[in-house]
């Protein structure tokens, strides 16, 4: 990979869209190119916050361990997703949550130093910054308000609408959630146990609403599920958004 292709990186990004190839050529000094292992981590609970990361290639997951010893799937990331923004400007001192390869991966990491310098100079950049961190508030009061009031099938059927639309593919049986999410990671992501999510997936299937294939999750009918499912939380729906805490 050389530098011309980490700015075509970079500004494939949300965050750098304002801005032209000259000026990202700037943070390339701050830039460093990594290749994780599957079951390495780009960054472990209680380290400090010193860069933020681009998925290149390959997948990942980030979570927060619980006080059982369990974990909470936050989110699964894919090649081109910006994460690990929050941790730069919190006060509240290192990382709550981990982030770590579930598959092989390239990826690239900022540095905490010169993308505040950077942000200070384009004030573009740090608006989408600061809706991208409004967008991840937003979310996660989302999930704790689903958890504590959504049942498990409701539960698994909105984060799969958000999978879909994160990372869906649109096909003639529907749209294919091209994101690798095995049941422990979704069970992870909805609070619940294996064994109960994968019984909401085989009633989700029973009602047609999905399909699983070899772990492959494909969504029949996106609007059929909103309907079945809606979004009591946001009437009318929302975006998605690349989450990346």
């Known amino acids: 990979m050389d530098r011309v292709d980490e700015v075509a990186i970079l500004l494939r990004t949300d965050i750098f869209q304002d801005v032209s190839p000259a000026e990202v050529s700037s ?10 292992a599957k079951g390495a981590f780009f960054y472990r609970v209680g380290e400090e ?14 979570a927060m361990p619980t006080p059982g010893g369990d974990e ?10 910006l994460f690990g923004l929050p941790g730069l400007f919190s006060t509240r001192g290192p990382r709550v949550a981990h982030s770590v390869a579930t598959e092989p991966c390239i990826a690239l990491s900022i540095e ?5 310098a950077f942000l200070e100079r384009h004030p573009a950049t740090m608006r989408r910054i600061m809706t991208r961190l409004a967008d991840l508030v937003r979310e996660y009061v ?6 504590a009031h959504e049942d498990l ?5 909105r984060r799969l609408l958000d999978l879909a639309g994160l990372h869906g593919e649109s096909g003639e049986a529907g749209t294919r959630i091209s994101a690798r999410v095995p049941q422990e990671t979704l069970a992870g992501m909805v609070g619940a146990t294996r064994s109960k999510v994968n ?5 989700l299937a029973a009602s047609n609403h999905i399909s699983v294939d070899e772990g492959v999750i494909t969504v029949r009918d996106l609007e059929r599920l909103r309907r079945d499912y809606p979004d009591w939380i946001s009437p009318g729906g929302r975006p998605p958004v690349s989450r990346g805490a």
Do not use: N, Y
């Open 72 to 81: 909470t799937v936050l989110e699964v990331m894919v090649a081109g997703q």
């Open 112 to 116: 905490r130093d010169a993308l505040i």
């Open 199 to 203: 019984g909401a997936l085989a009633k």
């Open 27 to 36: 943070l390339l000094p701050a830039v460093h190119r990594h290749s994780l």
């Open 49 to 62: 916050s010193t860069a933020i990361w681009v998925l290149v290639s390959g997948q990942a997951k980030m």
């Open 142 to 147: 989302e999930v704790i308000m689903l958890a």
């Open 153 to 157: 099938r409701g539960r698994v059927a």
